[in-house]
């Protein structure tokens, strides 16, 4: 028990914590914003991996890291809006069209990589380069807090940022008040004289680029290449994070860091000869008893509502 | 018009196996005329995954392209991946066996149910089955031969380098007697790795212990990567990642806090000897699985006719099926002293002066002893 508190309260867990959370909190984000437009892009899985492939592959041929990244978030928004032409404009099923997504980004992106590396597993052979790790400032002077959230790659602090400009862009602006309102009522929104194909494609455009941003810090921090599959279902977590926050920026990001907290967990307990089985399963426990809370305040909620109007 | 066109195709195919044939035959008068030059041994290789692993898959398709380098024309080689798709294994295989193959390569665990039960229908056909073994006692497989390797044998010797590493006074050792294993899943192959493995270092010191952590599958390299930091956090000073792909992660966090790793499966230190140096340059060596060895032998006793049919073997060092990788970052970072008593360690075990437990048929609870041991 000694044994767990010290691993819990340990700087390199908290550490650990920001760094499993941050792709989540892109894809999350990405999943946040097509939401509030009323399309569900159920597709983040296939644009991270897409993005990932593309950062990777854009860093090795120009030995830019940043044009690498560049390149990883205008793969993810173009796919965002492949999906958006597919939806929209050929009135496709928009799950429809993110499950095809899904599956291209699982096949297309090992097609693609067999084509530049010539393998069909990992792009070792490309030199491909990372994203920089940064001290912040003030922070690094700062004892434990220093070694907790500084030093952490550039991604992680700018998916801490997105979550307030999405908060931003959503609330405080009138693109928000439009996207919110095509995502409430799109008829009602239609008759005011808002364009409601065109709100959809850049909240899908969006979304593409969160995810983007969270495909390149698979491939260029979290690990420096790619490999076949390597998101590995965090498009899906993403989705139920953006859910169990109740569709809020700041709730998302709180379910964020829950998942994240229980994915370092059961990294971290494997040490301590807690059986795997168990260990494994943390993750997904979480995610039933957040859906269970989040759907129980809910129903709640409505019960409210109807008594009220009683 | 479907049809002509079909039999047009036919035709065409027809005359082309005719003409080919002819031309071969023109080239090849001075051969004998007897059985042999009639027909190549047509091999097939079903692969349950892709290739690209740089693990026993690509081994694997490595051993069919020695084979066929090997016989040139008496053979005629094909690798097909069946991908990870699980429900197209059994059709694929069955599809394949009714085909005019003359062996079929199949491998791992995952595939043994579906050859016990196609097997026995193809009674002609001869399999290979590498990395598991079918069971012989409540099927008629004769025609099976089923390889598995001591990979707890070459993990031994995985053991004592990392035992030898972590005592050592090496740039990168701590002084911590700590060094850890990163496995795919909690399966009695991994396992098997993880006995030899620890059997391995507390060999050379009793008060060796060993960090163990699974990863889950493996695929997910970025999940492999945390458990290794993790265990290099808790003062592991080298590890060893048997998880194909997913352990590759293993060796980026290996390079982040600058800790040695050892591969596992292929040569890993070669996968990123050009794009990335320094990452190469802490893998102190890799334990091979030496798929392509071991397809090549079988192969070898078939045309011999003395390959065991309806029987498994264990091959282990002595066939150069298992050991570890000797490249120039494991003549480079290891001291000769500890070099030569791998070697000293590698005859005894092939002597059966050293005798390694078994993962494979051993029960939880002697497992969790083990594991334990190392706590």
Same mark, same amino acid.
């Given at each position: 028990?000694?044994?767990f508190?010290?691993i819990?309260?340990?700087v390199?867990?908290g550490?650990?914590v920001l760094?499993v959370?941050t792709?989540?909190i892109f894809?999350a984000m990405g999943?946040l914003?097509s939401?509030k437009?009323?399309?569900i892009?159920?597709?983040?899985?296939?644009i991270?991996?897409?993005s990932?492939?593309t950062?990777?592959? +854009?860093?090795?041929?120009?030995q830019?890291a940043?044009?690498?990244?560049l !390149?990883a978030?205008?793969a993810?928004?173009?796919?965002? !809006?492949?999906m958006?032409?597919? /939806?929209?404009?050929?009135?496709?099923?928009?799950?429809l069209?993110?499950?095809?997504i899904?599956?291209f980004?699982?096949?297309?992106?090992?097609?693609?990589?067999?084509?530049v590396?010539?393998d069909?597993?990992?792009?070792?052979?490309?030199?491909?380069?990372?994203?920089p790790?940064?001290?912040?400032p003030i922070i690094?002077?700062i004892? +434990?807090?220093?070694?907790?959230i500084?030093?952490q790659?550039?991604?992680t602090y700018?998916a801490?940022?997105?979550?307030?400009?999405v908060?931003i862009? +959503?609330?405080?602006t009138p693109?928000g008040l439009?996207?919110?309102?095509?995502?409430e009522?799109?008829d009602?929104?239609?008759?005011?004289?808002v364009?409601?194909?065109k709100?959809?494609?850049?909240a899908?455009?969006?979304s593409? /680029?969160?995810?983007?941003?969270g495909g /390149?810090?698979?491939?260029?921090a979290y690990?420096?290449?790619?490999s076949?599959?390597m998101?590995?279902g965090r498009g899906f977590?993403?989705l139920?994070a953006?859910a169990?926050?109740?569709s809020?920026p700041f709730g998302t990001l709180v379910a964020?860091f829950v998942?994240?907290s229980?994915?370092a967990l059961?990294?971290s307990?494997q040490?301590?000869r807690?059986p795997?089985?168990f260990?494994q399963?943390i993750?997904? +426990?979480v995610?039933?008893?957040?859906?269970?809370l989040?759907?129980?305040?809910?129903?709640s909620?409505?019960?409210k509502k109807?008594g009220?109007?009683? | 018009?479907?049809?002509?066109?079909?039999?047009?195709l036919?035709?065409?195919m027809v005359? %082309?196996?005719?003409l080919?044939?002819c031309?071969? %035959?023109?080239?090849?008068v001075?051969e004998p005329s =007897?059985e042999?030059?009639?027909e190549?041994?047509?091999i097939a290789?079903?692969?349950n995954?892709t290739?690209g692993d740089?693990?026993?898959?690509?081994?694997? &398709?490595n051993?069919?392209k020695m084979?066929?380098?090997k $016989?040139?024309?008496?053979v005629v080689?094909k690798?097909?991946?069946?991908?990870y798709?699980e429900?197209?294994?059994r059709?694929t295989?069955?599809d @394949?066996?009714d085909?005019d193959w003359?062996?079929i390569i199949?491998?791992t665990w995952?595939?043994?149910?579906m050859?016990?039960e196609i097997a026995p229908?193809?009674p002609?056909?001869?399999?290979?089955i590498?990395?598991?073994?079918?069971? $012989?006692?409540?099927?008629?497989l004769?025609n099976?031969?089923?390889?598995?390797y001591k990979? #707890?044998? =070459?993990?031994?010797?995985a053991g004592?380098l990392?035992?030898k590493v972590?005592?050592?006074?090496m740039?990168?050792?701590?002084p911590?007697?700590?060094? =850890?294993?990163?496995g795919g899943?909690?399966?009695?192959?991994?396992?098997?790795f993880?006995v030899g493995?620890?059997?391995?270092?507390q060999?050379?010191?009793e008060e060796?212990?060993v960090? @163990?952590s699974y990863i889950?599958?493996?695929?997910d390299?970025a999940?492999g990567?945390?458990?290794a930091l993790?265990?290099y =956090?808790?003062?592991? &000073?080298?590890g060893? #990642?048997?998880?194909?792909?997913?352990?590759l992660g293993?060796l980026?966090?290996a390079?982040e806090? #600058?800790?040695?790793?050892?591969?596992v499966d292929?040569?890993?230190?070669?996968?990123?000897?050009?794009?990335?140096?320094?990452?190469?340059?802490?893998?102190?060596t890799s334990m091979?699985?030496r798929v392509?060895?071991?397809?090549v032998?079988?192969?070898?006793?078939?045309?011999?006719g003395t390959?065991? $049919?309806g029987?498994?073997?264990?091959?282990?060092?002595?066939?150069?099926?298992?050991?570890?990788?000797?490249?120039?970052?494991?003549?480079t970072?290891?001291s000769e002293?500890?070099?030569?008593?791998l070697?000293?360690i590698?005859?005894?075990i092939?002597?059966g002066e050293i005798t390694?437990s078994s993962?494979?048929?051993m029960s939880t609870?002697?497992l969790?002893?083990i594991k334990d %041991?190392v706590k």
């Amino acid at each position: 028990m000694d044994k767990f508190i010290a691993i819990i309260f340990s700087v390199s867990f908290g550490y650990a914590v920001l760094r499993v959370t941050t792709p989540l909190i892109f894809a999350a984000m990405g999943a946040l914003i097509s939401d509030k437009a009323g399309v569900i892009n159920i597709g983040l899985e296939g644009i991270m991996l897409i993005s990932a492939l593309t950062g990777v592959v +854009v860093s090795a041929y120009t030995q830019s890291a940043f044009l690498g990244l560049l !390149m990883a978030v205008i793969a993810g928004s173009l796919t965002g !809006m492949a999906m958006a032409y597919f /939806a929209l404009n050929l009135k496709t099923d928009i799950i429809l069209s993110g499950i095809a997504i899904n599956l291209f980004g699982g096949g297309g992106t090992i097609f693609a990589l067999y084509l530049v590396a010539h393998d069909k597993g990992i792009s070792s052979s490309l030199k491909s380069l990372v994203l920089p790790k940064i001290d912040i400032p003030i922070i690094d002077q700062i004892p +434990v807090l220093s070694e907790i959230i500084s030093g952490q790659n550039i991604l992680t602090y700018i998916a801490l940022l997105s979550v307030v400009f999405v908060y931003i862009l +959503v609330y405080k602006t009138p693109l928000g008040l439009q996207i919110r309102a095509v995502g409430e009522n799109e008829d009602a929104a239609d008759s005011v004289g808002v364009s409601v194909r065109k709100i959809k494609y850049i909240a899908l455009i969006l979304s593409g /680029a969160f995810a983007g941003f969270g495909g /390149a810090y698979m491939s260029m921090a979290y690990v420096s290449w790619f490999s076949k599959n390597m998101t590995v279902g965090r498009g899906f977590i993403a989705l139920a994070a953006e859910a169990m926050g109740g569709s809020t920026p700041f709730g998302t990001l709180v379910a964020c860091f829950v998942f994240g907290s229980a994915e370092a967990l059961s990294n971290s307990l494997q040490s301590l000869r807690v059986p795997t089985e168990f260990v494994q399963m943390i993750p997904y +426990v979480v995610t039933v008893l957040g859906l269970v809370l989040y759907s129980s305040r809910k129903t709640s909620q409505i019960r409210k509502k109807i008594g009220s109007r009683r | 018009m479907k049809r002509t066109l079909s039999l047009l195709l036919v035709l065409m195919m027809v005359l %082309s196996f005719g003409l080919t044939g002819c031309g071969g %035959s023109t080239d090849t008068v001075d051969e004998p005329s =007897g059985e042999e030059a009639t027909e190549p041994l047509k091999i097939a290789l079903l692969l349950n995954g892709t290739l690209g692993d740089k693990s026993f898959f690509d081994s694997a &398709d490595n051993g069919l392209k020695m084979i066929q380098e090997k $016989y040139g024309d008496e053979v005629v080689t094909k690798t097909i991946e069946m991908t990870y798709d699980e429900t197209k294994w059994r059709p694929t295989l069955e599809d @394949i066996s009714d085909e005019d193959w003359d062996i079929i390569i199949v491998g791992t665990w995952q595939m043994q149910e579906m050859l016990q039960e196609i097997a026995p229908l193809y009674p002609e056909k001869r399999y290979i089955i590498f990395d598991t073994s079918v069971d $012989y006692e409540n099927y008629d497989l004769g025609n099976v031969y089923s390889i598995n390797y001591k990979q #707890n044998e =070459g993990s031994f010797l995985a053991g004592v380098l990392a035992a030898k590493v972590t005592i050592s006074d090496m740039e990168l050792a701590n002084p911590d007697k700590r060094i =850890g294993f990163l496995g795919g899943m909690d399966i009695p192959v991994i396992n098997d790795f993880l006995v030899g493995y620890i059997e391995g270092a507390q060999y050379v010191d009793e008060e060796i212990k060993v960090e @163990i952590s699974y990863i889950g599958n493996f695929d997910d390299s970025a999940k492999g990567k945390e458990l290794a930091l993790a265990q290099y =956090g808790m003062g592991a &000073d080298i590890g060893f #990642n048997v998880a194909g792909q997913a352990g590759l992660g293993q060796l980026d966090a290996a390079k982040e806090v #600058n800790r040695y790793a050892i591969g596992v499966d292929s040569d890993q230190a070669l996968i990123f000897a050009e794009s990335d140096p320094e990452k190469a340059n802490l893998i102190v060596t890799s334990m091979l699985k030496r798929v392509d060895n071991s397809l090549v032998r079988a192969i070898d006793m078939h045309f011999e006719g003395t390959l065991p $049919y309806g029987s498994a073997e264990n091959l282990g060092m002595a066939e150069e099926a298992v050991g570890l990788a000797d490249n120039e970052y494991f003549n480079t970072l290891i001291s000769e002293d500890i070099r030569n008593e791998l070697k000293d360690i590698e005859a005894k075990i092939m002597s059966g002066e050293i005798t390694v437990s078994s993962a494979i048929g051993m029960s939880t609870e002697e497992l969790n002893e083990i594991k334990d %041991s190392v706590k």
